[in-house]
């Protein structure tokens, strides 16, 4: 029901910045907590970072201080702040959605690669 796009990856050297965003689109009225996960080569995905439907905001140890995850509800956009990036950054960018409460559906984006250079 949900359609997400990220963008906003790249190539960037270590201690740089970038900006993801992830456009939700279709069945976006229910949609509750937003986030991104990431998947390194040979590496499980792990997340990096959630925000509720109200702003409560949950980030993964190895980012926490550097990246800012955001919302923008009018746009039904979710944004992630990466600052002060390591090259053990570097990964597939998936953005993430939750529709409904007790009852859920879980919707993924395409992903969006970012490259940190050492």
């Known amino acids: 029901q949900v359609q997400l796009v990220e963008s906003g990856g790249g190539l960037v050297q270590a201690g740089g910045s970038l900006r993801l965003s992830c456009a939700a689109s279709?069945?976006?009225?229910?949609?509750?907590?937003m986030g991104w996960y990431r998947q390194a080569p040979g590496k499980q995905r792990e997340l990096v970072a959630l925000i509720s439907s109200v702003g409560i905001t949950d980030y993964a140890d190895s980012v926490k201080g550097r990246f800012t995850i955001s919302r923008d509800n009018a746009k039904n956009t979710v944004y992630l702040q990466m600052n002060s990036l390591k090259p053990e950054d570097t990964a597939v960018y998936y953005c993430?959605?939750?529709?409904?409460?007790?009852?859920?559906?879980?919707?993924w984006g395409q992903g969006t690669q970012v490259t940190v250079s050492s």
């Open positions: 993430y959605v939750r529709i409904g409460h007790m009852i859920t559906l879980d919707s």
């Open positions: 279709g069945s976006t009225s229910g949609i509750n907590r």
